[in-house]
């Protein structure tokens, strides 16, 4: 299983930004999908999840009604959009496959690389 996320990179606070994770190696439709993110020195934090089907979705407080995730079972791919950027969402974002939709770091046991998002004040 392969994850590979890109799209990151330094923005102006109250800016959007879009990262996307390609998958290969499953079956993409019958995983649930998520981002994390992760600052230097803090843990791995739970951002945004979407079931299979892409008709559930769940997101951490801190970017409710400022993020928004999205995925292409056509494409094998997810998509965080970001707006309204905040100085504190800087940090690597991590995109993750796992078969629930959960808010849980330890049930997904397939993780990318991570892309690094940098929010400038």
């Known amino acids: 299983v392969q994850l590979q996320a890109s799209g990151g990179g330094l923005v102006q606070a109250g800016g959007s930004l879009r990262i996307s994770c390609a998958a290969s190696g499953l079956t993409f439709d019958t995983y649930a999908m998520a981002w994390f993110r992760q600052s230097p020195g803090k843990e791995r934090d739970f951002v945004a999840t979407i079931n299979w089907s892409g008709g559930t979705t769940r997101y951490a407080d801190s970017v409710k009604g400022r993020f928004t995730i999205s995925r292409d079972n056509a494409k094998n791919t997810v998509s965080l959009q970001m707006n309204s950027l905040k100085p504190e969402d800087t940090a690597v974002y991590y995109c993750?496959?796992?078969?629930?939709?959960?808010?849980?770091?330890?049930?997904?046991?397939?993780w990318g690389q991570g892309t690094l998002v940098t929010v400038s004040s």
């Open positions: 993750a496959a796992g078969r629930l939709n959960s808010n849980t770091r330890s049930l997904y046991p397939y």
